[in-house]
């Protein structure tokens, strides 16, 4: 699979963007696509998810604030950021992998390959 973001941008406290992720090549029924950030050195941390039946799940510090969504026919993923703060400046990447679960600090793959998209950088200025 191979995945593609967009999106990404500069913004000031309290805006929003919409990142994209494509998705070419997912040819299985079964998949969860998520989104991680991450800020230089410190780990990539999984924000937020959607699998093949559109179940979604959400980290604590996003939820309310971010809503992922997909458009199967366009193959594409979205994360609709709104209300945005300085500590979500961060490298954002979208991954897909047969199965997301959730823990207290994190959404993971599980149950086989991830592939990776390359980022798109989000800047939140206060």
């Known amino acids: 699979v191979q995945l593609t973001e967009s999106g990404g941008g500069s913004v000031q406290s309290g805006g929003s963007l919409r990142l994209s992720c494509v998705a070419s090549?997912?040819?299985?029924?079964?998949?969860?696509i998520a989104w991680l950030r991450q800020v230089p050195g410190r780990v990539r941390v999984g924000i937020a998810s959607?699998?093949?039946?559109?179940?979604?799940n959400y980290l604590d510090s996003v939820k309310g604030r971010f809503t992922i969504s997909q458009d199967k026919g366009a193959n594409t993923v979205y994360l609709q950021m709104n209300s945005l703060k300085p500590e979500d400046t961060a490298e954002y990447f979208c991954?897909?992998?047969?199965?997301?679960?959730?823990?207290?600090?994190?959404?993971?793959?599980?149950?086989?390959?991830?592939?990776w998209g390359h980022g798109t950088q989000v800047t939140v200025s206060s």
């Open positions: 959607i699998d093949s039946d559109g179940r979604t």
């Open positions: 090549g997912l040819t299985s029924g079964t998949y969860c």
């Open positions: 991954a897909a992998g047969p199965k997301c679960g959730k823990s207290s600090d994190t959404i993971y793959f599980f149950g086989g390959t991830v592939d």
